[in-house]
């Protein structure tokens, strides 16, 4: 019965380093996506996207209008403790038409970098011009936390209870 009791115990244990593990991995993406106008300069739509992920697991941005499609894949693979590598391909659909696209560039933390999922647009090419830009920025997500938001979190994945129990016993 008592080893029974010890193994559970070792078990809490090793989820709690995990859960702080998952903590620490975590990494926090904001991505901008915007389509502006070439000739007017005007932004015509905006989304903000704010995601929590870990290492290696993609979030996906999807944009669809009519028979066209655009989905944007971001993952990450950290470096070090100050940067990773993106990976980011785009796949798109224009009616039966399928293309996709991957690009790789490094990420510092807290500093924007800027994606073109369907690649610069030209003026010269097309009757009404629009660009499809990403903002990309990305850290590591406790770093995006402030200071009470670190503590409720901290509280949440205590597995203690506390009560502070105030004022006389009513009855």
């Not at 993609?58 to 989905?71: S, Y």
Request: with cysteine.
């Amino acid at each position: 019965m008592a080893a029974t009791v010890c193994a559970q115990q070792e078990e809490g244990g090793n989820s709690a380093l995990s859960v702080n593990q998952l903590l620490n991995d975590s990494l926090f993406i904001r991505a901008e996506v915007t389509i502006s106008s070439l000739d007017t300069m005007e932004v015509l739509w905006s989304a903000q996207v704010k995601k929590i992920t870990i290492p290696g697991r993609e979030v996906i941005i999807t944009l669809e209008k009519h028979d066209a499609k655009l989905n944007i894949h971001l993952t990450l693979y950290p470096t070090d403790n100050k940067r990773s590598m993106l990976a980011a391909r785009s796949e798109t659909w224009f009616g039966e038409s399928y293309n996709s696209a991957l690009t790789t560039f490094p990420v510092i933390y807290g500093s924007p970098v800027y994606y073109y999922p369907l690649g610069r647009a030209s003026e010269r090419f097309d009757t009404n011009p629009a660009e499809i830009a990403v903002e990309i920025e990305v850290s590591p997500y406790l770093d995006s936390l402030d200071k009470n938001a670190k503590a409720d979190l901290k509280s949440l994945l205590d597995s203690a209870a506390k009560f502070k129990l105030t004022g006389e016993q009513q009855r």
